[in-house]
């Protein structure tokens, strides 16, 4: 098979590590990458670690060449893929959004959330979730992916396990979780500049963060019942990265919760559950699709600790997205994936 790809949105972090992860791909090659900003621009020039390796140019998003793809990535801000996904969808093209438009099932919430109106509800009912190991079959079937943010991937893998089996309070949840500054974006921003970042450790979005709903509905429907949920982001002073810390209440501390997540796991290539005692470390998983995970139990609070850590830019963005592509044109899912986290 000889799947042609189209990457509209191509000259940020995500749509480069597309790039980059599927230059490896047996049945998958780029085709096009579009950037209204880089016109006629080789990727090269502003990728240079694509030299030798990308002769593509970015072109303009209305090129003809995308209808001529198999399948169509946005990595673009919210917005722009709720617009234009069924133009593609209607010609037979496969979409896998890994933006935020088709995430939130609920119209008036995401509008809420993104502060502009959803114009696609028709779309949102039909996009799904694009988290294989939680929705492997649908996404098979699927013409529209909503790729999951970087955060509720880590929390939701962590979780998983707890909920669907019964085994915590659903109503005391707390996830504190860590990001690196790629998980901002290529664009310019202050708060990123070095002398801003570097040595420095801050919270933001306490009061709301936009991964919440998103977080929060996925919960839900893997408890099948409300759950309570507190959910703070932080940034730390490294490039890429997410370190989750879940805080939740046991409902009977002698159970064996780590047998839980191992079977939970077990036939799962990219989620790994680590032996008892030791913890994930964000630079195991640096560049890889991998998400690695361990408990701990702390009996005189009757708290059981998740810690769960993936990279933003490929579990939590890219390698995800290529992840679903797999399943939805019946490929090995793993192809293209199996790259080890780097050390140091």
């Not at 209204?36 to 003809?64: N, Q, T, W």
């Not at 996904?85 to 093209?93: L, P, R, V």
């Not at 979730?129 to 939680?134: A, H, K, L, M, N």
Request: charged share 20%; proline share 4%; net charge negative.
């Amino acid at each position: 098979m000889n799947i042609k790809v189209g990457i509209i949105g191509g000259s940020g972090y995500t749509g480069i590590e597309l790039l980059r992860i599927l230059h490896l791909h047996k049945s998958a090659k780029v085709a096009v990458i579009t950037s209204r900003a880089l016109e006629g621009k080789k990727v090269s020039e502003i990728f240079p670690s694509m030299s030798g390796i990308s002769d593509l140019e970015y072109s303009l998003p209305d090129d003809k060449a995308l209808y001529e793809c198999n399948i169509i990535f946005f990595a673009t801000p919210h917005g722009v893929a709720m617009n234009s996904a069924n133009s593609f969808i209607n010609k037979g093209i496969k979409v896998v959004d890994l933006g935020a438009d088709f995430r939130i099932n609920d119209a008036d919430l995401w509008s809420e959330w993104y502060n502009m109106e959803h114009t696609q509800s028709s779309l949102l009912k039909e996009a799904v979730y694009g988290q294989p190991e939680i929705r492997r079959n649908l996404i098979k079937e699927a013409r529209l992916i909503a790729n999951p943010g970087c955060y509720p991937t880590a929390v939701l893998l962590a979780l998983k396990p707890l909920l669907e089996n019964n085994l915590i309070d659903p109503s005391n949840i707390i996830a504190d979780c860590k990001s690196g500054a790629s998980g901002a974006g290529r664009i310019a921003n202050q708060k990123m500049l070095l002398s801003e970042a570097s040595e420095n450790f801050r919270a933001y979005g306490v009061s709301g963060h936009r991964h919440f709903p998103e977080i929060k509905q996925e919960l839900e429907l893997i408890a099948k019942g409300p759950i309570g949920l507190t959910f703070v982001p932080h940034l730390i002073p490294m490039i890429r990265g997410i370190e989750a810390t879940i805080y939740v209440d046991l409902l009977d501390s002698n159970v064996d919760i780590q047998s839980y997540f191992e079977n939970a796991y077990k036939n799962e290539e990219f989620v790994k559950i680590l032996p008892k005692g030791a913890y994930p470390e964000t630079r195991s998983v640096k560049s890889s699709n991998y998400c690695q995970i361990s408990i701990e139990y702390i009996e005189h609070s009757n708290k059981l600790v998740i810690m769960s850590v993936i990279d933003n830019l490929v579990k939590g963005a890219a390698g995800q997205a290529i992840q679903n592509m797999n399943l939805m044109f019946g490929l090995n899912e793993q192809e293209g994936l199996k790259q080890v986290g780097l050390l140091p």
